[in-house]
């Protein structure tokens, strides 16, 4: 079976993350957008500068490098329900000069807005290899970001079986032994 839905390095974003590493600096990737590729699906082409056709860009919510695999990057961005009516068939990784440094295609899916009678939240998710993950600077704007109940509940419920609770004191608020 040939693979149908992928993730590219840009021409561009190819040549940043390539100079990155030769000077020693960070490439920073910072937004990503979605679009509908005008009703079909697309091909990912390096020579692309953006999306065919852009219907939302918005700051990244998780950029991390993937602790299976150390040469795939993993962006994230959660599309909450207040926002949609429209189809998602390509996604593009944007720095923070504004340059498309990765195009992916994507199966498509539509995103409903609330006011239409449905409504999710959405997570859109870009994993692309890299030859070189040190020259990426993993930082996210913690103002921007949104949780999902999932990772909430996940976190709750990760600390509600640890042994990580603090003892009270005269001085400090935790737990009190009867």
Known sequence: MTVKYYAI????GAARLANATMLGSKLNLTRMAVGDANGVLPTPDPAQTKLINQKRIAPLNLLSVDPNNQSQIIAEQIIPESEGGFWIREIGLYDDKGVLIAVANCPE???????EGSGRTQTIRMILVVTNTEAITLKIDPSVVLATRKYVDDKISEHEQSRRHPDASLTAKG???L
């Open 9 to 12: 390095l840009t021409n561009q």
């Open 109 to 115: 899916t539509y995103k409903p807005q609330l006011q």
């Open 175 to 177: 737990f009190v032994q």
